[in-house]
């Protein structure tokens, strides 16, 4: 035990039915005995509970269609099953959409992390971790020494990066004004199943697995630190249960990949031709490169990556080539019926 230990009981997990929340849930499932989840989602385009299939009649599960930005409803749901700690993925996440519609993102991830908070404090204080991104630091030029770590100044530089700032400036206040016992969390780039194919490398297997044309921004160029999606998953759980409150915690894979070299990489495990790739006009604000210093974690909580990149990203191709059935239903929405189908009537 350290003297920061915590055993949650019972976790209210926002987002549980998106790409990272679901599988956050899964791992919690999977490598705990006692923990109890409620998930608790507004399903809108990107929450899916095709992704918890496995876990839906799991007697330590519960699901509670809400949104967040209705704050009574975050209290109801904490009451009703006796949460006692709040991990908070619930956000618009995708930039290119916080570009053409900006509003959505500071309702979501602004309003509706303030009212989480909200919650958290009417029900006893709970201890509350939100899941940030890496974005929130700007841009790195080239020098690979230059990192992100958790003092860097935040310079958003989009919409969407703007709001996830916003939502954790919330977060620090209210552990500093009012004593909540909050946590912060920001990562690099997640990549693994159940990822909406907007996002960039289930994009790639999707259009490549048909032989479509690869959109790749710009010259390609840009650099982001990639990082497994269940490595994050315990890296939240190690941050949740021995973090020290009040404190950020950066989560990083030590994967530093140009946009081009990930795009090659599933052209060449796909056996596709590089002609596929197609160069379009780069999107604005696009930052050059991200990196993240993940020190602290590792030395204060003991956690690194276990997953290296060419490992995570050939199981991430073949899980969506062996569940093509999932990815067609998300890209013909489809997968929206879902939640009639399993809870109609209940």
């Known amino acids: 035990m350290t003297p920061n230990a915590f055993t949650p009981r019972c976790l209210l997990v926002t987002g549980g039915a998106g790409f990272i929340g679901s599988n956050f849930v899964h791992h919690v499932l999977e490598t705990t005995r006692d923990v109890r989840i409620v998930n608790f989602d507004a399903l809108t385009y990107a929450g899916n509970l095709a992704n918890l299939t496995?876990?839906?009649?799991?007697?330590?599960?519960?699901?509670?269609?809400?949104?967040i930005c209705d704050t009574q409803a975050v209290i109801d749901a904490c009451k009703a099953h006796n949460v006692d700690a709040i991990v908070h993925f619930a956000a618009e996440s995708h930039v290119d959409r916080s570009i053409v519609g900006p509003g959505v993102f500071i309702q979501t991830n602004v309003a509706g992390t303030l009212s989480v908070l909200q919650a958290a404090r009417q029900c006893g204080d709970l201890r509350l971790l939100q899941v940030g991104t890496d974005e929130v630091y700007g841009s790195l030029g080239s020098d690979p020494n230059d990192l992100f770590r958790e003092d860097t100044p935040l310079d958003p530089h989009s919409p969407y990066s703007a709001s996830k700032a916003s939502a954790d400036h919330l977060v620090a206040a209210y552990f500093h004004t009012f004593g909540l016992p909050t946590l912060i969390?920001?990562?690099?780039?997640?990549?693994?199943?159940?990822?909406?194919?907007?996002?960039?490398i289930p994009l790639m297997i999707n259009n490549a697995r048909h032989g479509k044309p690869l959109p790749v921004y710009g010259d390609g160029l840009n650099v982001r630190d990639w990082l497994y999606v269940r490595d994050h998953c315990s890296a939240i759980w190690a941050v949740l249960t021995r973090g020290a409150a009040g404190r950020v915690y950066n989560i990083g894979g030590n994967s530093e990949k140009t946009n081009l070299e990930v795009v090659r990489a599933i052209l060449r495990h796909l056996k596709q031709p590089e002609s596929l790739i197609t160069y379009v006009k780069d999107r604005p604000g696009h930052d050059r490169r991200?990196?993240?210093?993940?020190?602290?974690?590792?030395?204060?909580?003991?956690?690194?990556?276990?997953?290296?990149?060419?490992?995570?990203?050939?199981?991430?191709?073949?899980?969506?080539?062996?569940?093509?059935?999932?990815?067609?239903?998300?890209?013909?929405?489809?997968?929206?019926?879902?939640?009639?189908?399993?809870?109609?009537?209940?």
């Open 54 to 67: 496995a876990v839906a009649k799991d007697p330590r599960y519960a699901f509670v269609k809400g949104d």
């Open 185 to 200: 969390t920001r990562c690099s780039n997640n990549y693994g199943p159940y990822q909406f194919p907007e996002k960039m």
């Open 290 to 346: 991200y990196a993240i210093d993940a020190s602290r974690i590792r030395d204060e909580l003991g956690w690194t990556p276990s997953v290296d990149f060419e490992t995570g990203l050939n199981q991430t191709i073949n899980w969506y080539l062996a569940n093509g059935d999932w990815l067609d239903q998300v890209v013909s929405g489809e997968y929206q019926k879902y939640y009639d189908a399993m809870y109609a009537g209940r």
